[in-house]
């Protein structure tokens, strides 16, 4: 790709459609995310090996169960994860995205402390 095109592709605004929080969890941002934790880089190391997800065998195979070792617990990780991704979402001039947080239903049982959750999210996105 000329610089040209790859200067535009990087200040143009984009959308961000039908993305699962419990699905975009990648190696560069378990190791970010974990960077306090030791067993984070060999969970890294796994989760590039499945990466990027191309089928259900993978998705099941492998990806599933680094996420839910990396993600546990949920209520603490899987928030970090959301934040992460819309900072992500900011640096790549994303204006407009779907971000899927049913995962965040179940990992919050206090109803307070889930709406607290949304409500901290919704002060994150612009």
């Known amino acids: 790709m000329n610089g040209a095109r790859a200067s535009?592709?990087?200040?143009a605004q984009k959308a961000e459609l039908h993305c699962h929080l419990d699905?975009?969890?990648d190696p560069a941002m378990l190791r970010a995310l974990g960077s306090d934790d030791p067993a984070c880089e060999e969970q890294a190391r796994r989760l590039a090996g499945v990466f990027p997800v191309r089928s259900v065998e993978q998705w099941a195979g492998g990806y599933h169960q680094v996420a839910t070792e990396f993600?546990?617990?949920l209520e603490l990780r899987l928030p970090l994860v959301a934040l992460a991704q819309v900072?992500?979402?900011?640096?790549?001039?994303?204006?407009?995205?779907?971000l899927f947080v049913s995962s965040m239903l179940g990992a919050i049982s206090d109803v307070g402390a889930l709406t607290d959750w949304f409500r901290a999210l919704g002060g994150v996105v612009v």
Do not use: D
């Open 71 to 73: 993600l546990s617990p």
């Open 87 to 98: 900072a992500r979402w900011q640096a790549q001039q994303v204006r407009y995205a779907e």
């Open 8 to 11: 535009f592709i990087t200040r």
């Open 23 to 25: 699905g975009i969890l």
